[in-house]
């Protein structure tokens, strides 16, 4: 259930955040779903990081928001697609930059947090 309401909630967050980028940043690059995958990154060290003991004291928590809600924030299928369909548009450009943007960013976010946080 936890897993279940989490999942639904991410999703949620993650369609109101592309919704929002679409407005502050028009174009064809996919600047919803790099947004909504930074913050579910983020999200995601700091509950494993600064949330452990707390998380881990809790059966609903750690199911709840580190796989339900960061899990459904994220999206790697839709990044996946996005950048399918940049390269598909001949935007071969576009397509490697949100490659090279999408995982260095997420993976550089995670790190720093853990650097950080210990």
Same mark, same amino acid.
């Given at each position: 259930m936890a897993i279940f309401l989490g999942g639904g909630l991410g999703s949620l967050a993650r369609f109101g955040v /592309? !919704? =929002?980028?679409? !407005? %502050? %940043? $028009? +174009?064809?690059? $996919? @600047? +919803? @779903?790099l947004v909504a995958n930074f913050l579910a990154s983020a999200m995601l060290a700091v509950s494993v990081y600064l949330l452990k003991d707390k =998380? /881990? /004291?809790d059966g609903f928590m750690k199911p709840f928001v580190v796989i339900g809600f960061c899990g459904g924030f994220s999206t790697f299928s839709t990044f996946s697609y996005e950048t399918f369909a940049l390269f598909r548009a001949g935007q071969v450009g576009m397509a490697l930059l949100n490659m090279g943007i999408s995982m260095g960013v997420c993976v550089a976010l995670i790190w720093a947090i853990a650097r950080f946080v210990r």
């Open positions: /592309a !919704q =929002l980028a679409k !407005q %502050w %940043w $028009p +174009g064809s690059f $996919p @600047t +919803g @779903t =998380l /881990a /004291a």
